[in-house]
């Protein structure tokens, strides 16, 4: 009697959630010491701002390579390779003599993540049968929730118990169980020693990637009117464009352009992409709405910003579950029209909201981010072959990336130009200088945009719905 292929189906998500946990905390915690590192190594904040800023730019553009080099070559290899170098990487982080050091063991640290971040969900795919892949997924959108709400707090109780070095050496622990568990538990798989990288479709896919972010990034400190940034915009989208026209000659491409023909994982991309802005958007200014608009202490910001992400990891998992028995494309686009529906009530924030109305405004939208992630995961990753499974579960993290990147940059920027139009020119000190009822008008405009572009996104799941109707009718 043969064992079943999925008997360690839980140790194998156990695995992969340690890396999706570590790789997660270690993004918020290490915002957190950004304010002692300028002291203890003697820097100033454009310098030490490289050090969450060259983990993101190095994550983002490797991912896809990650991907095909697990289908090519097997994901379990890949995998644990990026558990130990993230591990080694993040004690060098904690070892390092000063802040260029610091930011060369953190491109390190990226490239060990992209290692696991484009693998994870393949391996999870793989582990699980097709009619329990949305539960295991959204147990692993839990783990992130975690992640994002435990990062600052715990970061915070390191760097005042000990010292900042500590917020690296708490991931070894971690990545030693983690590499453990993967080398026991997961499968090596089949790799597909026939296939040949694609070289110069990764090198020009890189280099699109990194102008396009670097665009962004620079845009917040520049100002998106710089000649500089529009150069490096219009670079990005010459090099995409040379990008597709080098995967549509080679005959084993970077990326199968074959896959986007599916209509439906072109839209389960395109709709992941802008709820990932969205959820950008209410980070990265809620904060200041809580604190500079209501006058709310840093304490409780933490605690009211962190109800999102509580919301989201207890819905996740529910979702996965339902879209396992229902489908997930009614449950995924349910999501979307509920997210909608919360930033339409944040759209309202006024002055006089009460923490009341604050929480049933908010909680829509870590409600809506929960119930739409976990079955739009699920649907992309059950609408590619096995064999591309890595290069799907790659597109997949480097759409959540890329997502947030554009969504810190050009929502922060949309909400810092609604401002100076209401206060009717440019104010000495910034943004957070100017008059309070200038800057609730643009957060209350910023909202409203990014629920039009979540309206847009449901309406494109319902597009998608109708189809997956039709097609399976016919």
Known sequence: MTSSPYRYKWHILAAVGMGVFLATIDGSIVNVSLPTLVRDLNTDFATVQWVPLAYLLTLSTVLLGMGRLGDMIGKKPIYVSGFVLFTISSMLCGLAPNIHWLIGFRVLQAIGASMTQALGMAIITEAFPPQERGKALGYSGTLVSIGIVLGPTLGGFLI?????????????????????????????????????????????????????????TLGQQWGFGDGRIWLMLAGSLLLLTLFVVIEKRIAQPMIDLGLFRNLLFTINLITGLIAFIAVAGVFILLPFYLENMLGY???????????????????????????????????????????????????????????????????????????????????????????????????LAMTRNLGQTTGIAVLGALWAARVMAYAGETVSGGVTAAPISAQIAGLQNTFQVIATAVTLAFLLGVYGMIKERVKDEG
Request: glycine share 12%; net charge positive; hydrophobic share 50%.
């Open 297 to 395: 202490g840093p304490r409780q910001v933490g605690l009211l910003v962190a109800a999102v992400p509580v919301l989201l990891g207890i819905t996740a998992p529910i979702s996965g579950i339902l879209s396992d028995r229902y489908g997930t494309r009614p449950i995924a686009t349910i999501g979307l029209a509920i997210l909608a529906v919360g930033y339409l009530a944040m759209s309202r924030f006024t002055t006089e909201t009460t923490l009341l109305a604050y929480l049933l405004a908010v909680l829509p939208f870590g409600a809506g981010m929960g119930i739409f992630q976990s079955p739009n995961n699920s649907a992309v990753m059950g609408s590619v072959p096995h064999e591309k499974l890595g290069i799907a579960s790659g597109l």
């Open 160 to 216: 005042d118990a000990f010292s900042w070095r500590s917020i690296f050496f708490v991931n070894l622990p971690i990545g030693i169980i983690g590499t453990a568990l993967t080398l026991r538990y997961v499968p090596r798989g089949t790799a597909v020693k026939t296939q040949r990288f694609d070289y110069g479709g990764a090198a020009v896919l890189f280099a699109a990637l990194l102008s396009l972010l670097m665009a962004l």
